[in-house]
């Protein structure tokens, strides 16, 4: 059974940082790609950030140059590091990894972050 438990998430001034983390059972990020979506209230699920089975990343335009996404596959972990937040970055942030053989898609439980201005 897959399980994805996010943490990290929380209360912070604009500008600040937060590093956000996903742990994974039942599956090994090394293989597949793994992305950070975020809801905000009343807006549709937004992709943030993606890895890829290699090292190769990719952003929304909105987090590029502020948020980076990396995976430790040792703890078998993904970390999304936030810098220089802005109050539209407040969401629901949530783990998602994709099976590469059944394409399957695994989602953890979101981690609550909000940026205060």
């Known amino acids: 059974q897959v399980q994805l438990v996010e943490s990290g998430g929380g209360l912070v001034d604009a500008g600040g940082s937060l590093r956000l983390s996903c742990a994974a059972s039942?599956?090994?990020?090394?293989?597949?790609?793994i992305a950070w979506y975020r809801q905000a209230p009343g807006k549709q699920r937004e992709l943030v950030a993606t890895?890829?089975?290699?090292?190769?990343?990719n952003y929304v335009g909105s987090v590029r140059g502020r948020f980076t996404i990396s995976r430790d596959t040792a703890k078998n972990m993904v970390y999304l590091q936030m810098n220089s937040l802005k109050p539209e970055d407040t969401a629901v942030y949530y783990c998602?990894?994709?099976?590469?053989?059944?394409?399957?898609?695994?989602w953890g439980q979101g981690t609550q972050v909000t940026v205060s201005s």
């Open positions: 890895i890829d089975s290699g090292t190769t990343t």
């Open positions: 039942g599956i090994t990020f090394r293989f597949n790609r």
């Open positions: 998602n990894v994709r099976d590469r053989v059944t394409g399957r898609d695994f």
